[in-house]
């Protein structure tokens, strides 16, 4: 079936990075965009940016231009997304999610788990 | 960036009720706008695309409507299972933002 598994949870001191991976399966990899959602604790959801897996492209929220990354792997049908320079303010779930139609401007319909990372001293 | 405002934060309902949930949107969104729900612990599920396109599996009891700057979620009759936060999307203008969300609770 078509599912998006992520990376497990982790925890990083202020100013580290973190790396977190989301592995596609069960439909073309590089038909669809991956989006990035996070949720801080008690907190509604905020979209990130997306990736096009097929040609690498990015479009980031300004807020996170600077401070996350995002690549994929098409030979293991993986996106990855690296968020920089972390503070408290990071702290949350972090989704990965496919849209419907595999246009930018989509509506999620697949999301992975969900990974916490916890930014603490 | 576009806000996307919810109303009400917060209702109370009782099973078999019919639910109207409200986002409005800062500017004009034509029809890009989905409709999440989301339960403690998981991941958002899609409901409603394009404003009023029900997502595959999701009970017809659930429907979106609207267009421009105003929609809504209309659940028909509230099943013990609806309770959750109900989230809508804007996909028309970037950045992809979404409503503060709306907590429906068991009366």
């Known amino acids: 079936q078509v599912q998006l598994v992520q990376s497990g949870a982790e925890v990083k001191k202020p100013g580290a990075s973190v790396k977190v991976s989301c592995q596609a399966s069960g439909y073309t990899f590089t038909g669809y965009y991956i989006h990035w959602v996070r949720q801080a604790p008690g907190q509604g959801l905020e979209w990130m940016g997306w990736i096009n897996p097929s040609s690498g492209g990015t479009n980031l929220a300004q807020k996170f231009q600077g401070s996350v990354t995002m690549t994929s792997d098409t030979s293991i049908s993986t996106v990855y997304m690296e968020l920089s320079r972390l503070t408290s303010d990071d702290t949350a779930v972090y989704y990965c999610a496919r849209g419907i139609f595999g246009v930018d401007n989509d509506a999620f319909h697949i999301w992975g788990q969900g990974t916490m990372v916890t930014v603490s001293s | 960036d576009i806000q996307m405002t919810q109303s009400p934060s917060s209702v109370s309902a009782s099973v078999g009720d019919r639910v109207t949930i409200t986002c409005r949107a800062s500017?004009?969104?034509?029809?890009?706008l989905a409709w999440y729900q989301q339960k403690p612990g998981k991941a958002p599920k899609l409901l409603i695309y394009?404003?009023?396109g029900l997502q595959s599996g999701v009970p017809p009891r659930f429907s979106g409507s609207g267009s421009g700057t105003d929609f809504t979620l209309t659940i028909s009759s509230l099943q013990p299972e609806d309770f959750a936060i109900y989230y809508c999307q804007q996909a028309n203008s970037f950045p992809w933002t979404f409503g503060q969300g709306t907590k429906l609770e068991i009366k």
């Open positions: 500017q004009g969104i034509s029809s890009w």
């Open positions: 394009a404003a009023s």
